[in-house]
Each structure stands twice: as structure tokens, then as C-alpha cells.
């Protein structure tokens, strides 16, 4: 399946992009756009205006995903909290993970392009997942 979100992955986006190919949709092929207008038809874009997947409520995109598909594992609503506070920084939930998140992926986006990003933080995602797993479950 073809999955589209705005060009300049920044955490939302790349962690997004991330649950997807983990939980949803393991073939996954990402294209980057300006605007959902430039969205082809039989593509499904993400965290974009005007778009299912994107900030619904107080829910940033990752969260939307996480309800829209039922992910209910608990150390997915853990990273969701990190995901949330990098990208909003509404103090909702207590993220110090959040700022440090927030600037690596930052950063990686001046050196790489939207792809390579989404490559490069699928690992971070993965080991963030595994460590946040170790803390909660001891295994």
C-alpha cells in the first residue's frame, strides 16, 4: 500500500510512519508531498490537513493511528505520550524523552532527505519500543 504525508518528516510523521510499517502495513511505500492535493488517488495520507489520519482533538496523528486501528499494546501508549509532547509540547503528559527525541530527528532532517529520515528513525522507533518494553515489563 502507498502511505503519503507532508515533505519534512519531522517526529509525528516519522513516528507515524514508523507504527505503520511495524503494525499496519509491513510492504509500506512512503511519497512525500506539500499539500493533500498532491496525494494520489489509491494513496493514504497521513498527518496532513484534511486528511483521516492527522491531529483529531487533542490526539496527534500517532494517537489517531493508535484508535483508528485498535493498537492497544500499553508500550505503544507509552511512546505515544514521548511522540505527543515532542510534537506539541503541551505539557499533557510528563515526556522528558520528548525534547531529545524531538531534536535527533530534527537534525537528522538537515543531513538527509524525508526518506532516509524515515529509515534512519524506523530503528530509533524499534529500539525506543524495545527499551520503553524492558522498563515496564522487566523483560
Known sequence: MRW???????IDRAASAWLITTYLDDEAEFIYVDEISE?????TPFDMRG?????VG?????????RRY??????????ARIVHQADVEDDRYD?????GLDTLIRALGVDHD???????????????????RR????S
Open 95 to 99: 515526556a522528558p524523552e520528548a525534547a
Open 114 to 132: 524525508d526518506e532516509e529520515v524515515r529509515l534512519l528513525t524506523g530503528e530509533l522507533f524499534t529500539s525506543l519500543y524495545g527499551h520503553l
Open 58 to 66: 487533542s490526539d496527534v496523528t500517532f494517537e489517531t493511528i493508535l
Open 135 to 138: 522498563q515496564t515489563l522487566g
Open 4 to 10: 503519503a504525508t507532508r515533505q519534512g518528516i519531522h
Open 51 to 55: 486528511c483521516e489520519l492527522t491531529h
Open 70 to 79: 485498535d493498537l492497544s499494546d500499553p508500550i505503544l501508549w507509552q511512546l
Open 39 to 43: 496525494v494520489p488517488e489509491g494513496t
